[in-house]
């Protein structure tokens, strides 16, 4: 055995010396059409106020839209829940158009009906979002609904006891998935105690929900002085000013100001570590490791690295074990940020008996990102990918006013927006090499592997010691 993980690790680190001087990427055909020019969102004007009682209001006006979006949302989403109750934020969110003290969940639905809209609501790790839009003349109902949901929800005890069964359900459907318990499994692993190891809700944490334990995280949670609500599309800034004003007027603060959460782990140990998943014929494969917040300035170079490696279908790992080697049928690598800290990760299902073959290439293919400069035209084509997915992604009015709200929760100016492609584009690469380097090496990657326990350990032993976790 010992020999044989010399032997792996002798060809990984001569493969990448070999590589050091640099690996030649294929141009592209001739015969294809040139790039477009090139495109980014325009400067937005966007108007901000404040509310007396230390509400923030974003306006973004959008002539001709017929069509209205808003984002309400608080700070503080599941990451700040108590340790024993974390994802009761997700869960209280789901009810809050469940009832409050002037309307039923009927006279919502109805409401909503009438000016073509509708309303909902979900936690994430450092914020909770409402979301609500409808044709331009509903407007005043839309804001009027939104007050309401975000000041005065009840809670009714059939609601809750609904929505308790239900998630019971949802639970139990989850833990058959693999994906499921290897997400879990790997944020536990590289983020140890901090909050953002959270993935779901617990049966416990389920059974212990009642309304009146929601009224209390509502009350200590939603504070003016903590949330921003943006409104886009085709408005007139004064008057709904005062619709807004005159909605949340009663709005006051009912607790302390939210606590920051501790800064999430910049790095994590570099591990094997095995979940037992009985009669399963492949492995469900998660490697990564703690990355940056969202405001880091290694943010947008990380994420450019990411696509030439595995976030694109034109990726690295993609080409490599999808479509060389067909260990796997859809691999992924993403680039998570949150406000005080994020992941990397990479992940694919692959046939239990090339588990360790399919890991061998996820390495090669991360340490090659870090000891060879990225081609010309491989730069550009994930220049492009990059661009043109956020435009894509933000060509809706719904989607740009989230994007808004999201980058206020995680500390980003809306200025960022407009931003964000010409910093893509300026990305050079020694800086992709570079960020490769801090966050791609092989070395420093927490590997987590979902599968049949004495075929997928047999395979991880070749690299080293392995770890088995507890169901």
């Known amino acids: 055995m010992t020999s044989t993980r ?3 690790c002798l060809l990984l680190t001569s493969t990448a010396l070999m590589l050091s001087a640099g690996v030649e990427e294929k141009p592209l055909p001739k015969e294809l059409p040139a790039y477009g020019p090139e495109r980014s969102i325009p400067p937005l004007a966007i108007t901000q106020r404040s509310l007396p009682n ?3 209001v974003w306006f973004l006006n959008r002539p001709g839209f017929p069509k209205v979006t808003s984002f309400l949302v608080v700070r503080g989403g599941n990451a700040h829940d108590p340790a024993d109750r974390r994802g009761v934020s997700g869960f209280m969110a789901g009810l809050l158009n469940e009832g409050t003290r002037t309307r039923s969940s009927k006279q919502i639905a109805e409401e909503l009906q009438a000016i073509g809209g509708d309303l909902g609501a979900f936690a994430r790790p450092d914020a909770i979002f409402i979301q609500g839009s409808c044709l331009s003349n509903g407007l005043p109902a839309l804001i009027s609904l939104m007050a309401d949901v975000s000041q005065q929800p009840t809670f009714p005890a059939n609601e809750v006891e609904l929505a308790k069964a239900n998630a019971l359900q949802t639970l139990q459907a989850q833990e058959a998935q693999p994906s499921f318990q290897a997400n879990r499994a790997f944020n536990a692993a590289i983020f140890g105690d901090h909050p ?3 993935v779901s809700l617990t049966p416990d944490v389920v059974k212990a929900i009642s309304p009146e334990s929601l009224r209390a995280l509502h009350a200590v949670r939603f504070q003016p002085a903590q949330a921003l609500l943006v409104i886009s599309g085709d408005v007139q800034e004064a008057s709904t000013l005062k619709l807004i004003t005159s909605a949340f007027r009663n709005w006051k603060a009912t607790g302390d100001k939210l606590p920051d959460l501790p800064e999430a782990p910049a790095s994590s140990t570099h591990a094997f570590l095995v979940l037992p998943r009985p009669g399963s014929v492949q492995s469900t494969l998660r490697v990564g490791r703690p990355a940056v917040a969202a405001p880091h300035a290694d943010r947008i170079p990380l994420q450019l690295a990411n696509v030439i490696l595995g976030g694109s279908f034109d990726s690295r790992i993609t080409r490599n074990i999808r479509e060389d080697k067909g260990y796997t049928y859809s691999p992924d690598a993403r680039v998570t940020t949150m406000q005080h800290g994020g992941s990397y990760s990479v992940s694919a299902d692959v046939r239990t008996e090339v588990t360790a073959a399919s890991l061998m290439e996820i390495f ?5 990102m870090g000891t060879t400069t990225v081609g010309e035209d491989e730069l550009l084509r994930s220049k492009r990918y990059m661009g043109g997915t956020y435009l894509f992604q933000n060509q809706m009015l719904r989607s740009l006013t989230g994007t808004l709200a999201t980058y206020w929760v995680n500390g980003l100016k809306p200025e960022a927006l407009s931003e964000f492609i010409p910093k893509v584009n ?6 992709v090499r570079r960020v490769a380097r801090t966050y791609f090496a092989a070395k420093d990657q927490t590997i987590v592997v979902v599968g049949e326990e004495a075929k997928v350990k047999a ?7 392995v770890r088995i976790l507890k169901n």
Not at 364 to 368: A, L
Not at 459 to 465: I, P, R, S, V
């Open 6 to 8: 010399q032997a792996l």
């Open 54 to 56: 230390g509400l923030t």
């Open 196 to 198: 953002y190891r959270f």
């Open 364 to 368: 090669y293919e991360m340490d090659r």
């Open 426 to 431: 300026a990305v050079t690469a020694e800086e």
């Open 459 to 465: 395979e991880l032993e070749q690299f080293g010691q």
